[in-house]
């Protein structure tokens, strides 16, 4: 950015009075008056030691207000900049709700590109509608309940289940049988070595020591 310290590091003369980057946006009376202003705007406490420390977002924020806030920020600088440039060489001079006015309109345009979610919360949906940006929001999860059901007098009865770590990979599969009462009669839980999710399963019930084997060896003819 071509401010006076770095024109003047390139090379060219520059007078007495050349700014700083830092005093420009951070020191500077309009600077620090949008920066107080964003900070009440967006009930964040915004760090202006520097442009580092500025752009440390909170990780409490969820996806879409840490773009935001971002967008918010950058859009902040812009208009410093902007104004700074039309202060000098147009004689120019904007009001500092023409600047906040400006800022918030840039960054409300992330909500035409942004396709990241924001959490449930009253501080997210304070700052997202300061800058008109609506809120993406996960789908609540569907949830099912599952019930286990005893089976019938004289049944025994079997839950098992069987995995691989990839395809093939390092497979396992285990069981556990139960009464018409729910009392437990036996488990077991075996290695398949490497396997696929089919056959992890099935060897869960085929292999030795499996369901039909140990099913077959304790006389539980009813499963």
């Given amino acids: 950015?071509?401010?006076?310290?770095?024109?003047?590091?390139?090379?060219?003369?520059?007078?007495?009075?050349e700014e700083s980057s830092n005093h420009l946006f951070f020191q500077y009376s309009f600077s620090r008056a949008i920066w107080?202003?964003?900070?009440?705007?967006?009930?964040?406490?915004?760090?202006?030691s520097s442009i580092t420390s500025l752009l440390l977002i909170s990780y409490c924020w969820s996806p879409l207000v840490k773009e935001v806030l971002v967008a918010c920020i950058l859009n902040a600088i812009s208009t410093?900049?902007?104004?700074?440039?039309?202060?000098?060489?147009?004689?120019?001079v904007f009001s500092l709700a023409?600047?906040?006015?400006?800022?918030?309109?840039?960054?409300?345009?992330?909500r035409d590109f942004s396709k990241l979610y924001a959490k449930n919360s009253m501080a997210e949906l304070f700052l997202l509608t300061t800058f008109k940006v609506k809120g993406n929001y996960n789908k609540a999860p569907s949830i099912t309940e599952v019930m286990w059901q005893a089976p019938s007098l004289g049944w025994v009865k079997v839950n098992s289940d069987g995995i691989a770590h990839g395809c093939a990979g390092?497979?396992?599969?285990?069981?556990?049988?139960?009464?018409?009462?729910?009392g437990f009669m036996g488990s077991f839980a075996s290695y398949f070595n490497i396997q696929n999710?089919?056959?992890?399963?099935?060897?869960?019930?085929?292999s030795k020591?499996?369901?039909?084997?140990?099913?077959?060896?304790?006389?539980w003819n009813l499963l």
């Fill in 1 to 17: 950015m071509p401010t006076d310290e770095n024109l003047k590091a390139r090379g060219l003369a520059m007078g007495s009075s």
């Fill in 170 to 182: 390092h497979a396992g599969g285990g069981g556990i049988f139960r009464n018409s009462n729910g």
């Fill in 80 to 92: 410093i900049w902007y104004y700074r440039n039309k202060s000098r060489f147009d004689n120019i």
């Fill in 209 to 219: 020591g499996g369901i039909v084997t140990i099913a077959h060896s304790k006389g």
């Fill in 197 to 206: 999710h089919l056959y992890a399963e099935l060897l869960g019930i085929y």
């Fill in 98 to 110: 023409h600047a906040m006015t400006r800022i918030k309109v840039d960054t409300a345009f992330t």
């Fill in 36 to 48: 107080r202003g964003l900070g009440t705007q967006t009930g964040c406490g915004l760090d202006t």
